[in-house]
């Protein structure tokens, strides 16, 4: 952090807190989360870390203002208001705003990232900062109390989705940095294992003070929704950034989190339920259950369902990973293996290794298995389309989610980065992907994609546009929405560029064809044409085009998907037209800028977003693209 960063908190100045954030939070009525004391010891630790201490490592803030009491109770209510219902992690009743002061803080410095105002923005840098010296040395003071332990990670967890989603690139390697201690440190409070399973039944709870049981249950159930939710984070943070997952072999074993138990309103109505409810399955076993019998516990809820669908991720993931192995199709024999200089002339290896080399896609297991998978999200897509007709077409969460998992599962998004940067030049993050080697085998993958797995690069399409659909009319913030609509506008331009091509790249130069596959193309599409024009599925007669972007019925995205090519259907998003047309890769980018811009005012990795569709915008204009 510079110093104009550091000394924007000090230089703050009192306003009207009704005039700066409109929230219902603010209403006069509502109580003060934090108390006196937890204010006295924020402000203590202010002037101990950042203006008493100065060295290399922690710059001297110039001026010593903080902001009021009131001030950090309104940024504690847009925690609670805006942040909370996309990762509810902390209970209604037992808020632990004045448990631990770095957690208090953990809580402020998200909030203030929802404010809409330049006196506000200013303060997030400098809050983060205070919040980064202060977990740095409270990492050795809070070993001995257990319960310190967890406001500590609690307040790690909320700190490594600000660097990774808000902060800059210093703020990102220091996620990095403490990736491994969020890491190590859930698994030593035994987040992961059965040991956060409920431990009683609705008898015990029947015979004992109900008040103290919920309490007791409530602590459990934060350790099970913390644990999950580090979990889920290592998963988002593997499929959002490309950065490998360090639990890419565990799974949590705790009992999955119940909402309706969660949100109950004081221990009678709790205590009521929980004599008749029926608890959670863990993870491993919901996972187990959908894929083979295609069967969810009712009563799961949505955060038990969204960490559902990060378990099916998983099993993908580690099927993915290894089917990429060298000898993912070698079956060892008692037979020696022949040498090098023999491979050639033995029609069993070289068969054998043929399997190797073979696109991951179109092998057999593989394709099998993510089937499946996807056929586990359709069960939860489901289950959620119910809730949203009982809700009158309110789109909750979990749509988003489940919409999303279709570009988590079928889209090849870092090989489309390096795409896209290879063309801005600018690298950022993955310069050293974008050489022209790589930048060269990016392209196959993508055009493999486009037209070899063209039915799953057309149902990414079409929930891409439900993605651009649900966040136009129901964003909640979250902290992965810019991460989502970025990804979705990678997702639409490349299919639409590497569709409207009227040329495919042949194997030796990108761009160009050879004769035979000119000759080969051109029947290919003669074909299609005259096959597809009247085509009818399942008795369904040709429509000609559909709105990706707009709800559709179930016949008509299985129609695109089986058969939506540029012959046959129109496939239009609101502000584009047809994305087959040739003009539409920059439309595609200019539409995703604009709900970019539109939904991430509160998590400031936009504007490296934003400049990367900037710059390819008026790259794909000046080609004509």
């Known amino acids: 952090m510079n110093r104009s960063e550091a000394t924007a908190l000090q230089q703050f100045s009192p306003c009207d807190l009704h005039d700066l954030v409109p929230s219902a939070s603010l209403d006069k009525e509502t109580p003060e989360l934090i108390l006196p004391v937890t204010y006295e010891i924020l402000v203590q630790e202010f002037q101990n870390l950042c203006i008493n201490r100065g060295d290399k490592d922690h710059e001297t803030f110039k001026k010593e203002h903080f902001p009021s009491i009131s001030q950090v109770d309104m940024l504690l209510h847009l925690f609670y208001d805006r942040f909370i219902p996309a990762l509810p992690i902390s209970h209604h009743i037992t808020r632990n705003v004045n448990e631990f002061w770095l957690l208090t803080l953990a809580m402020a410095a998200i909030g203030c990232q929802y404010t809409r105002t330049q006196e506000f923005e200013s303060m997030v840098a400098p809050l983060h900062e205070f919040l980064r010296r202060g977990l740095q040395r409270e990492m050795d003071l809070s070993q001995d109390d257990p319960q310190a332990q967890i406001h500590y990670l609690k307040a790690l967890f909320l700190s490594q989705i600000s660097y990774f989603y808000h902060g800059d690139m210093t703020m990102r390697r220091q996620a990095l940095i403490h990736r491994g201690l969020l890491v190590q440190l859930a698994e030593t409070l035994g987040l992961f294992t059965a040991e956060t399973r409920q431990a009683h039944d609705g008898s015990d709870a029947a015979e004992n003070n109900a008040h103290s049981q919920w309490q007791q249950w409530i602590l459990l159930e934060t350790k099970r929704r913390l644990g999950y939710s580090i979990w889920m984070l290592d998963l988002m943070v593997f499929y959002h950034f490309d950065i490998p997952p360090l639990m890419s072999h565990r799974v949590p ?373």
Not at 286 to 292: D, G, H
């Open 253 to 625: 074993e705790a009992d999955l989190p119940h909402d309706g138990l969660w949100t109950a309103p004081n221990e009678h109505e709790w205590l009521e339920l929980f004599e008749r409810t029926r608890r959670n399955p863990p993870l491993p076993n919901a996972i187990k259950s959908i894929f083979l019998r295609k069967k969810v516990k009712p009563d799961l809820g949505e955060f038990g369902r969204i960490l559902l669908l990060h378990g099916i991720y998983h099993e993908i993931f580690q099927v993915k990973a290894y089917f990429q192995r060298p000898l993912s199709n070698w079956i060892p024999t008692a037979q020696q293996e022949p040498s090098v200089s023999n491979l050639a002339s033995s029609p069993s290896s070289s068969s054998e290794l043929v399997g190797a080399d073979q696109w991951l896609s179109e092998t057999a297991t593989f394709a099998a298995w993510r089937n499946a998978a996807l056929d586990c999200v359709d069960e939860l897509h489901w289950w959620a389309n119910g809730v949203i007709a009982l809700q009158s077409g309110t789109e909750h969460p979990t749509i988003h989610h489940l919409h999303f998992s279709r570009v988590v599962l079928l889209v090849p998004v870092k090989e489309i980065l390096i795409l896209l940067l290879s063309i801005t030049k600018d690298a950022g993050d993955i310069s050293h992907q974008t050489n022209p080697a790589n930048v060269y085998m990016a392209e196959q993958e993508v055009i493999r994609w486009a037209h070899r797995d063209e039915s799953k690069a057309r149902l990414a399409a079409i929930h891409c546009g439900c993605v651009f659909w649900h966040l136009r009319r129901f964003s909640n913030m979250a902290f992965y929405e810019t991460q989502s609509v970025f990804h979705a506008t990678l997702t639409l331009w490349a299919y639409s560029y590497y569709i409207s091509q009227t040329t495919m790249p042949r194997p030796e130069e990108p761009g160009q064809m050879s004769e035979d596959e000119e000759d080969c193309q051109g029947a290919s599409a003669a074909s299609l044409e005259e096959e597809d024009n009247d085509l009818d599925i399942d008795g369904i007669e040709n429509p000609g085009f559909i709105w990706l972007d707009r709800p559709n019925d179930d016949e008509m995205v299985q129609y695109f998907v089986r058969s939506g090519r540029p012959v046959n259907m129109k496939a239009y998003i609101s502000g584009v037209g047809d994305i087959y047309e040739t003009k539409s890769p920059a439309k595609i980018l200019r539409h995703g800028l604009r709900i970019l811009e539109s939904v991430a005012f509160a998590w400031g990795r936009d504007r490296d977003y934003v400049d990367i569709l900037q710059k390819a915008e008026r790259v794909m204009l000046g080609r004509g693209a």
